[in-house]
T-cell receptor
Framework: NAGVTQTPKFQVLKTGQSMTLQCAQDMNHEYMSWYRQDPGMGLRLIHYSVGAGITDQGEVPNGYNVSRSTTEDFPLRLLSAAPSQTSVYFC?????????????????FGPGTRLTVL | AQKVTQAQTEISVVEKEDVTLDCVYETRDTTYYLFWYKQPPSGELVFLIRRNSFDEQNEISGRYSWNFQKSTSSFNFTITASQVVDSAVYFCALRGIQGAQKLVFGQGTRLTINP
């Protein structure tokens, strides 16, 4: 199993450009999510999904879009990049347990994408 | 609202010393889950341990141990006989059972073990 994979590993954008960060998992996990990591702030949830066709906003969703057409893939789109979106982005996945809750289940993280917006 | 506080931003010790990383959390949920992750210099997030709110048993895994105390809302992590390879940023995280079921992370503690 490859686990959770993310591409690209590094990306530099100019302000106003758009791009898609790719995330895929091969563990048949229902729950997938995107976090951003900024210095001194830990990781914060951007968007999440509990299954194909179902997505919802997290803590910091502005400027990002997601879709989930398959169980395996959960791309994150930056619509018009801004310097404030310079960050390290992590995709994560886990199974859902009883009652459709992620709860106690271990969340597996991808290796991260380091994005710089100039 | 849920919150995790790791008050120690950076800790530096000499190899073989014991070190404790503090984690204090806030939640109104009666059922919740606590996690510790390690982020080495390579940048990936490595899962270390998880605990549910009904299990206050302490856990020991080799040189690592965790002390969960609901009375003080703390889930502290101790490394015994630290090694240079333990140098990393360590995150404590909390997950409730409502809404997005997101992991709420603390700010992280950067641990440096000097030879």
């Amino acid at each position: 199993n490859a686990g959770v994979t993310q591409t690209p590993k590094f990306q530099v954008l100019k302000t106003g450009q758009s791009m898609t960060l790719q995330c895929a998992q091969d563990m048949n996990h229902e729950y997938m999510s995107w976090y951003r990591q900024d210095p001194g702030m830990g990781l914060r949830l951007i968007h999440y999904s509990v299954g194909a066709g179902i997505t919802d906003q997290g803590e910091v969703p502005n400027g990002y879009n997601v879709s989930r057409s398959t169980t395996e893939d959960f791309p994150l789109r930056l619509l018009s990049a801004a310097p404030s979106q310079t960050s390290v982005y992590f995709c994560a996945s886990s199974t859902l347990g009883q009652g459709g809750l992620a709860g106690y289940n271990e969340q597996f993280f991808g290796p991260g994408t380091r994005l710089t917006v100039l | 609202a849920q919150k995790v506080t790791q008050a120690q931003t950076e800790i530096s010790v000499v190899e073989k010393e014991d070190v404790t990383l503090d984690c204090v959390y806030e939640t109104r949920d009666t059922t919740y889950y606590l996690f510790w992750y390690k982020q080495p210099p390579s940048g990936e997030l490595v899962f270390l341990i998880r605990r549910n709110s009904f299990d206050e048993q302490n856990e020991i895994s080799g040189r690592y141990s965790w002390n969960f105390q609901k009375s003080t809302s703390s889930f502290n992590f101790t490394i015994t006989a630290s090694q240079v390879v333990d140098s990393a940023v360590y995150f404590c995280a909390l997950r409730g059972i409502q809404g997005a079921q997101k992991l709420v992370f603390g700010q992280g503690t950067r641990l440096t073990i000097n030879p």
